[in-house]
């Protein structure tokens, strides 16, 4: 038997929980952003790899004063078209290969490979070389300087090589990435987008313009695809379908004849507007009856939204239909499809926030999903929020939580921010 009038929150868990992670797949680290990691990640070499000057100056070994060494200029210093770059790459290779007496000191500058047995770096303005090539420290510089180790990062200082450096579940952000690619990574293994199919049902519903009387603008379309991959999924297919083809719902997936068929089948979510209210409540769920998938949640305590379903499909699909008013459509999104894709993604569940009132809100029927702005610091609940207008949630900033006794100003509510 499906949950009827769950809690919010019950729904949202149960939706959460009924996404088993997907399969996972490897990826350049610059395409992971956004996506969550497979599994720890650890170091192929030391972060940083070698020791590296902090500071522009000179790497020096002994007490000083100290002769400051030079590279030849090199083989290629004869070849006009010699550049830049080339003189910089033959001067590190001679660095790579030296090992500094002491008494010895070398140019660098930040970030430079520094030679062996570097003690230290004396900062550029603190030491003199006189022309002789002879480095000693300036009148102002301390007499011990630099002490062992200054202006010197040293190999390994970050992580050493094997040392988890992120954790599986991670949902990667850019600067996740840089960290990664800094470690030397240049796949990772993160788990595969979970595969969405739009179905939208209804009759009379015009793509342009505005519609004829009795007909309606389809609001679903243009956004929801978006509205998926804020929510981390993957759309693979948009239909719509008429209200008399409504039964064929049962038909998108298992008993695939065709291509189409095909790639439709190998998703993991389908999603589903319209028919589940009123007159029309036995037409999606007649659908999935059919084709012997099992629902597992008939109807939220909430509103807007109160006719969503939440369904099993025989082939291990999930099934979510929202109902055909906007509004409740687009709360729907955050209270069963937001969790149940996290849940598929492998991320962590999306937790509600808290926001403070700026304005009281009367008691209710039930639990209200309320969009709101921020102004100042507080949320003030939108006049928009019958379950048929988009005005409300297309200004919002997050959509309230409300309890059915309503709220107080000042009063601290659970929040959901939007995902864009
Ligand atoms: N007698 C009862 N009537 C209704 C009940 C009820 O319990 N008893 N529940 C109401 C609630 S709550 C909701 S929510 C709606 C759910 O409606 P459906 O899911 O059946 O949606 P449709 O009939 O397919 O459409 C309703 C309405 O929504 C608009 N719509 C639909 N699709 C689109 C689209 N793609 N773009 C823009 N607008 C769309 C359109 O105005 C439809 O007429 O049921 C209540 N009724
Ligand atoms: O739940 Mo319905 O969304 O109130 O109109």
């Known amino acids: 038997m499906p949950y009827t009038s769950l809690t919010w929150h019950r729904a949202h868990d149960l939706a959460y929980r009924s996404g088993h992670?997907?399969?996972?797949?490897?990826?350049?680290?610059?395409?992971?952003?956004?996506?969550?990691?497979?599994?720890?990640?650890?170091?192929?070499?030391?972060?940083?790899?070698?020791?590296?000057?902090?500071?522009?100056?000179?790497?020096?070994?002994?007490?000083?004063?100290?002769?400051?060494?030079?590279?030849?200029?090199?083989?290629?210093?004869?070849?006009?078209?010699?550049?830049?770059?080339?003189?910089?790459?033959?001067?590190?290779?001679w660095v790579r290969g030296l090992t500094l007496a002491d008494g010895q000191a070398v140019r660098v500058r930040a970030g430079a490979l520094l030679p062996a047995r570097t003690a230290g770096v004396l900062v550029l303005d603190r030491g003199r070389v006189d022309e002789t090539g002879r480095l000693t420290r300036a009148p102002h510089a301390q007499q011990d300087e630099p002490a062992p180790g200054d202006h010197v990062r040293r190999t390994g200082e970050e992580a050493t090589t094997g040392e988890t450096v992120l954790t599986g579940g991670t949902t990667l952000t850019p600067a996740h990435v840089a960290w990664a690619a800094s470690c030397g990574l240049?796949?990772?293994?993160?788990?595969?987008?979970?595969?969405?199919?739009?179905?939208?049902?209804?009759?009379?519903?015009?793509?342009?313009?505005?519609?004829?009387?009795?007909?309606?603008?389809?609001?679903?379309?243009?956004?929801?695809?978006?509205?998926?991959?804020?929510?981390?999924?993957?759309?693979?297919?948009?239909?719509?379908?008429?209200?008399?083809?409504?039964?064929?719902?049962?038909?998108?997936?298992?008993?695939?004849?065709?291509?189409r068929q095909i790639r439709e089948a190998t998703g993991d979510v389908v999603i589903t507007t319209g028919g589940t209210g009123g007159s029309t409540r036995h037409e999606v769920r007649g659908a999935l009856a059919a084709a012997g998938a099992e629902i597992l949640i008939d109807g939220v305590a909430v509103q807007p939204g109160h006719p969503l379903l939440l369904a099993r499909l025989a082939d291990g699909r999930m099934l979510v239909a929202l109902p055909g008013h906007p509004l409740a459509a687009m709360t729907g999104m955050l209270t069963l499809v937001a969790p149940l894709l996290a849940g598929l993604?492998?991320?962590?569940?999306?937790?509600?926030?808290?926001?403070?009132?700026?304005?009281?809100?009367?008691?209710?029927?039930?639990?209200?999903?309320?969009?709101?702005?921020?102004?100042?610091?507080?949320?003030?609940?939108?006049?928009?929020?019958?379950?048929?207008?988009?005005?409300?949630?297309?200004?919002?900033?997050?959509?309230?939580?409300?309890?059915?006794?309503?709220?107080?100003?000042?009063?601290?509510?659970?929040?959901?921010?939007?995902?864009?």
């Open 21 to 93: 992670p997907l399969a996972a797949e490897t990826v350049p680290v610059d395409r992971a952003i956004g996506r969550v990691l497979a599994g720890d990640v650890t170091a192929v070499a030391p972060v940083p790899p070698v020791d590296s000057a902090v500071m522009d100056g000179w790497a020096v070994a002994g007490p000083g004063p100290w002769t400051v060494l030079e590279v030849d200029a090199g083989p290629e210093r004869s070849r006009p078209e010699r550049t830049r770059e080339d003189a910089v790459l033959h001067r590190m290779r």
């Open 186 to 259: 240049d796949m990772v293994a993160v788990l595969r987008r979970p595969r969405v199919t739009l179905v939208i049902t209804g009759a009379g519903l015009a793509a342009h313009g505005v519609p004829e009387p009795g007909t309606v603008r389809d609001v679903f379309g243009p956004q929801l695809g978006a509205y998926v991959a804020a929510l981390g999924g993957t759309v693979i297919g948009m239909h719509h379908v008429g209200l008399d083809d409504r039964a064929l719902l049962a038909q998108l997936g298992t008993d695939a004849a065709d291509e």
């Open 345 to 420: 993604a492998g991320a962590a569940v999306p937790r509600p926030g808290h926001v403070r009132l700026g304005a009281d809100v009367p008691a209710g029927m039930r639990t209200r999903l309320i969009p709101y702005t921020l102004d100042g610091g507080v949320a003030l609940p939108s006049r928009w929020r019958a379950a048929g207008m988009l005005r409300g949630f297309a200004e919002a900033d997050g959509v309230l939580i409300c309890p059915r006794d309503g709220g107080e100003t000042g009063e601290v509510l659970e929040e959901i921010t939007l995902p864009w």
